[in-house]
C-alpha cells in the first residue's frame, strides 16, 4: 500500500515538473507493475519465513517447557532420593549407636558370664578336691582295716569297697553260737575293732545286715526274723558296749535271700551263714564339709 502511493506521487510529480507522452507514461506504469509484483513476491516470501521463524520458535518453546518440565520432574526425584539418603543416613547413625549401645550391653554380659563361670569353676575345683581327699580316706581307711582285720580273723573275715561303701562279712562263728542269735563273748570282743573305726569318722554310717543259709532256723519265726535278731543284738553291742551313736547304726536282715555261694553243700552253707558291715559316708556331713570349704573359698 505504500509502495503505491509512493508511485503514484512520483508520477504525479512528474507529470507536474515535465510533460511526458504517454508511451513513457504507460512505460513507467509498466515498470511500476514489476517492481510492484517484485515487493509482493519479497513481502510474501518474508511472510512464509517470519511463519516458519514463528513455527521454530513455537517448537523451541514447546522443547523449552518440556525440558523445563523433565527438568522439574528429574529435581523433584533428585530431592526424593536426597531425603531418603538423609534418612538412610539418620538410620545408619542411629544404627551405630544401637549397635554400639548393644555392643556395651553384650561386652557387659559376656563380662559377667565370665565371672560367674569363673566362680562356679572355683566351686567345682572345691568339691572335686572335697571329692578326692573323700575318695582318698575310704581308700585309707579300707588299706587300713582289711589289714588290721586279716590279722585278727584270717580267712573267717572279707573286706570289699564297691560303689563307695566299705562292705565287711565276717563269719558267723566271729560273733555267734551254731543256731544262736546272742552275741557271745569273744564276739563282743571282735566288735571292739569296727566300734573303734566308726567312731574315729563322723562322716560314717553302719548298717548291719544279718544272713543265714536256706536252712530253717530253730525256735524263730523264720530265716528273715532271725537273721534281723542278730543284727539287732550287734547293733545292741555296738550301741551299749562301744557306745557308738544309735542315729549312725542300722540294723537289717536278709535272710537266705542274699547268698554269696551256693547253699547246695555245706561250705557254700557256712559261707552264707554270715553278718555284713556296711559302712557309707555320711553325705549330709560330706555335704556340710563341701559347703564349709566353699564359703572359705569363696571369700
Same mark, same amino acid.
Given at each position: 500500500?505504500?509502495s503505491?502511493?509512493?508511485?503514484g ?6 507529470v507536474?515538473?515535465?510533460? =511526458?507522452?504517454?508511451k513513457?507514461?504507460e512505460?513507467v ?5 514489476v ?6 513476491? $519479497?513481502?510474501?516470501? #518474508?511472510?512464509?519465513?517470519? #511463519?516458519?521463524?514463528?513455527?521454530? =520458535?513455537?517448537?523451541l ?5 518440556? *525440558? ?6 528429574l529435581?523433584?526425584t ?5 531425603? $531418603? ?5 539418620a ?18 554380659? @559376656?563380662r ?6 569363673k566362680t562356679?569353676?572355683?566351686?567345682i575345683?572345691t ?7 573323700f575318695?582318698?580316706?575310704?581308700q ?5 582295716l ?5 590279722? #585278727?580273723?584270717?580267712d573267717?573275715?572279707?573286706? !570289699? ?6 562292705r ?7 560273733l555267734?553260737r551254731?543256731?544262736?542269735?546272742r552275741?557271745r563273748?569273744?564276739g ?8 573303734q573305726? =566308726? ?10 545286715i544279718?544272713n543265714?543259709?536256706n536252712?530253717?532256723a530253730?525256735?524263730?519265726?523264720d530265716?528273715?526274723?532271725y537273721?534281723?535278731? $542278730? ?10 558296749e562301744?557306745?557308738?551313736?544309735p542315729s $549312725? @547304726? ?7 535271700f ?8 555245706s ?6 551263714r554270715?553278718i555284713?558291715?556296711v559302712?557309707l559316708p555320711r553325705f !549330709?556331713?560330706?555335704?556340710?564339709? =563341701?559347703? *564349709?570349704e566353699l564359703?572359705a573359698?569363696?571369700?
Open positions: 500500500m505504500k503505491q502511493t509512493f508511485f506521487l512520483l508520477l504525479m510529480a512528474l507536474s515538473t515535465s510533460c =511526458i507522452s504517454k513513457d507514461y512505460a506504469l509498466a515498470q511500476h507493475e517492481e510492484k509484483q517484485g515487493f509482493e513476491n $519479497r513481502i510474501a516470501i #518474508l511472510d512464509r519465513q517470519i #511463519l516458519n521463524k514463528d513455527q521454530q =520458535i513455537d517448537t518453546n514447546l522443547n523449552l517447557a518440556n *525440558k523445563i518440565g523433565a527438568n522439574t520432574a529435581i523433584a533428585q530431592d526424593k532420593i536426597l531425603d $531418603r539418603i538423609d534418612e538412610v543416613q538410620q545408619l547413625v542411629n544404627a551405630q549407636k544401637d549397635k554400639s549401645s548393644t555392643s556395651q550391653s553384650l561386652s557387659s554380659t @559376656v559377667k558370664k565370665e565371672e560367674i563361670i562356679r569353676d572355683k566351686k575345683a568339691i572335686k578336691a572335697k571329692i578326692v581327699q575318695e582318698e580316706n575310704q585309707k581307711v579300707l588299706g587300713n582289711s589289714y588290721e582285720l586279716e590279722q #585278727l580273723f584270717g573267717k573275715q572279707s573286706v !570289699d569297697y564297691v560303689n563307695d561303701e566299705i565287711i562279712t565276717l563269719d558267723e562263728s566271729l555267734f551254731p543256731g544262736s542269735a552275741v563273748t569273744a563282743v570282743q571282735n566288735l571292739e575293732k569296727i566300734a573305726l =566308726i567312731e574315729k569318722d563322723p562322716t560314717l554310717k553302719l548298717t548291719v544279718g543265714t543259709d536252712k530253717k530253730k525256735n524263730y519265726k530265716n528273715w526274723d537273721s534281723v535278731i $542278730r543284727a539287732a543284738n550287734v547293733v545292741k553291742v555296738l550301741t551299749k562301744y557306745e557308738l551313736p $549312725r @547304726v542300722l540294723a537289717a536282715g536278709k535272710g537266705e542274699a547268698p554269696k555261694a551256693s547253699n547246695q553243700t561250705e557254700g552253707q557256712a559261707k552264707n554270715r555284713d558291715f559302712i !549330709d556331713r560330706v555335704v556340710k564339709d =563341701i559347703k *564349709k564359703k573359698a569363696l571369700k
